[in-house]
Every structure is written in structure tokens, then in C-alpha cells.
Nanobody, 117 residues
Framework: QVQLVESGGGLVQPGASLRLSCAAS????????MAWYRQAPGEQRELVAA???????NYRGSVKGRFTISRDNAKNTVYLQMNSLKPEDTAVYYC???????????WGQGTQVTVSS
């Protein structure tokens, strides 16, 4: 059984930092692209950051320079370090694992991030 479990969300003020974690079980990380998505109420889910098995990363432009995605394959865990948070970052953040060119795609349940003064 595959499970992705996110943690680390919360309510913070603008400018604060949070680190999200996603712990996976039931899969081995090595072939998967790991990613963080987010979804605000009434909006489409959007890609925030992704990291390949080899460690290459991609970020959406609005978070580049503020967010950092990393992975620890030995711990089957992916992280999202979020700095200089803005109200526009408020959303439910979801962990995703995808094996390219296959049907293997998994989602976590999400963790709420709220940035408000």
C-alpha cells in the first residue's frame, strides 16, 4: 500500500518560514519525480516545485528564490522549505510522486498553509 503523508503546515505571518515534509511508504523513491503542488479555494491545483531522482529541480516562477525542494532517498522523504511567505502562498499543499511515462502516480492528503497577518 502506497502512502504519502505530509506534515509541517500551519498559520504564519507574512515573511515567516515553514518546512513541509512528505514521508512515503510502499514505494521506493529512486525512479520517481517528487513534487509539491498547491491548491487554493476555487483555484486549480498548481505545481510548486519538483525534483527528479537525480536531484534536478524546477520551480514555478512565483516561488523561485524563496522555496527549496529537497529529497532524502534513504528516508523516503521529500521536503519543501518555504521562506519569505506571502499571503498569496496560502493553499493546501500536496505531495506527489510520479514515475515518468508510467501510470504510477500518487498523492498525499495535503497540509494547510495559511499566511495572514
Amino acid at each position: 500500500q502506497v502512502q504519502l503523508v505530509e506534515s509541517g503546515g500551519g498559520l504564519v505571518q507574512p515573511g515567516a518560514s515553514l518546512r513541509l515534509s512528505c514521508a512515503a511508504s510502499g514505494i521506493g523513491f529512486s525512479p520517481y519525480v517528487m513534487a509539491w503542488y498547491r491548491q487554493a479555494p476555487g483555484e486549480q491545483r498548481e505545481l510548486v516545485a519538483a525534483i527528479t531522482s537525480g536531484g534536478s529541480t524546477n520551480y514555478r516562477g512565483s516561488v523561485k528564490g524563496r522555496f527549496t525542494i529537497s529529497r532524502d532517498n534513504a528516508k523516503n522523504t521529500v521536503y519543501l522549505q518555504m521562506n519569505s511567505l506571502k499571503p498569496e502562498d496560502t493553499a493546501v499543499y500536496y505531495c506527489n510522486a510520479n514515475w515518468p511515462d508510467t501510470h504510477r502516480n500518487y498523492w498525499g492528503q495535503g497540509t494547510q498553509v495559511t499566511v495572514s497577518s
